[in-house]
């Protein structure tokens, strides 16, 4: 059946009529978008699953009336009287309410995403199971309202006031609470049992008795602002888990307390110590010399503001939570943002340090290698040698004694000094030669070693019974020819080095 639109908006302005002839025609679709219903009293009218997208009830009085299932996309409520209304499971989303009344009215189920309720009145309205993403509920009242199971997710409500408001449930993840000058939402007496305040901005936001049994708290925005005074928290969640499938919440982790409930004030005490603080977490680990050098640099980033570590907690696995205090009214945001950076930055430099140590170490085995191998062909060489005649048993021919006894001796030479040449010092001529040597085998290996990876190769090079000979030329040796030598802060460092206690 096709009704006139003309005919069905001159049914509507009659209430009574209208219901009844609903009654009778029950399956008539009522399809009227962009309809001019503004200014009339409507008290009561049946508008249950039409399509009322774009329609103007601008200042109606609509008190009562059944709008069950409609759709109500764009339109225009605002300063109408919606008091006791019936929306549920309605689709008003980017509707406008700014100073509507809908005191008593029954939103339940409905999707109001990007909803502008904007200074509208909901006293006791039933907001239950409602899709309120990216709503608009700057300076409402919310007195004694049930948003229980709801989803304001980066919902603005902005200077609200949300007194005894039950949001039991609710899903306020990433909602704008926060009032920079003057006062924030106020959710006193408000009931936020298991709410999802993750990431919740909440600067000057007053939850004087508030409930907040069960909510969690993870990443919250709270400051010395936020008024938590008389809050009734017998326990609190530090963490969202979410399904790595889907991506949806799942659950709520981190207990705190892990075993039974705060005290009376407990909450309120931990709050206070924990205010002005940021928590950074490290799920893989955390690189603590990259993290230490990372504090520094942020000082000195802010000059002049208190930033310091107040807490380290390990976490199950590999992860660290680390708390940075922060001065009061600090721009938490950009200091996280900041500190964060310059832990990836120092992290990729200490990286990068590794890799260059690894690659030294890599170039001593290939150089040990390299020496092994020669070492073979030697006793290749020797060992494919004809034998050396015979000789006599004792046979100490220019030998030199001092007292000594033989059993045999020919060339007769007995006595005099001991002249030792295989124990002599070197020159320091010799022993520059020698590191030479060691150090450009280094270098066909390792083009880019830098003096620590020659100090350290070196080292492994150049045994400890072979050290005192390099001591001994160093000193030794005037300071006209120390100067002369090549690689000298390589071959000083060496014998500074050696010459220490555990060196």
């Not at 919902?155 to 609470?177: C, G, I, Q």
């Not at 140590?357 to 070492?375: E, F, R, V």
Request: overall charge negative; aromatic content about 8%; proline content about 4%.
């Amino acid at each position: 059946m096709v009704v006139d639109q003309d005919q069905l908006v001159s049914r509507i302005r009659d209430v009574e009529s209208w219901n009844q002839w609903r009654v009778y025609n029950p399956d008539i679709s009522i399809h009227l978008p962009g309809v001019q219903l503004s200014g009339f009293d409507l008290s009561g009218i049946n508008l249950s699953n039409s399509n009322l997208s774009r329609a103007n009830f601008k200042g109606s009085i609509l008190v009562g009336a059944n709008f069950s299932k409609a759709r109500l996309n764009n339109a225009y409520f605002n300063s109408a009287d919606l008091a006791e209304a019936t929306l549920k499971e309605a689709v008003v989303e980017n509707a406008r309410f700014s100073s509507a009344i809908l005191d008593s009215a029954c939103f339940a189920q409905a999707s109001l995403i990007h909803a502008d309720l904007s200074d509208a009145q909901l006293h006791k309205t039933d907001l239950s199971g409602t899709w309120l993403n990216h709503a608009k509920l700057a300076r409402a009242v919310l007195y004694r309202a049930c948003v229980k199971s709801s989803y304001l997710v980066k919902a603005d409500l902005y200077k609200a006031n949300l007194v005894d408001a039950k949001f039991s449930d609710s899903d306020l993840k990433e909602a704008n609470l926060t009032e920079i000058d003057g006062d924030g939402t106020d959710f006193s007496r408000a009931i936020l049992v298991n709410a999802n305040l993750t990431r919740a901005q909440l600067l000057n936001a007053v939850f004087i008795e508030a409930q907040l049994t069960g909510a969690c708290i993870q990443d919250w925005h709270v400051g010395s602002s936020t008024n938590l005074s008389k809050v009734d928290v017998k326990y609190i969640y530090h963490a969202l888990a979410t399904d790595q499938t889907t991506g949806e919440r799942t659950y709520y982790d981190e207990r705190r307390p892990c075993v039974g409930n705060y005290s009376p004030g407990e909450f309120e005490t931990l709050f206070k110590q924990a205010t002005d603080t940021i928590d950074l977490i490290f799920q893989e680990g955390i690189d603590w010399k990259a993290f230490f050098q990372s504090m520094q640099e942020l000082k000195r980033e802010y000059p002049g503001q208190e930033i310091g570590i107040q807490a380290i907690e390990k976490k199950p696995g590999e992860a660290f939570v680390v708390r940075i205090e922060v001065p009061e009214n600090a721009d938490k945001a950009a200091i996280e943002s900041s500190a964060k950076e310059l832990y990836e930055t120092k992290l990729a430099l200490v990286e990068q340090c590794y890799r260059a140590k690894l690659q030294a170490k890599d170039s001593i085995i290939a150089a040990y290698q390299q020496q092994n191998t020669s070492l073979m062909n030697i006793t290749k060489t020797l060992a494919e040698k004809s034998p050396m005649p015979e000789t006599p048993k004792y046979d100490l021919r220019g030998a030199q004694f001092s007292g000594g006894f033989a059993e045999t001796v020919q060339g007769n030479q007995i006595g005099g000094p001991i002249n030792n040449q295989a124990a002599a010092t070197p020159s320091l001529a010799e022993a520059a030669s020698e590191i030479q040597d060691l150090l450009k085998q280094l270098e066909s290996t390792n083009p880019t070693a830098t003096e620590a990876d020659q100090t350290a190769y070196l080292n492994a090079m150049i045994p400890p019974t072979r050290r005192e000979r390099f001591i001994g030329a160093l000193k030794a040796a005037g300071d006209a020819a120390i100067d002369e030598v090549p690689y000298l802060p390589v071959l000083r460092a060496l014998v500074e080095g050696w010459q220490q206690p555990n060196g």
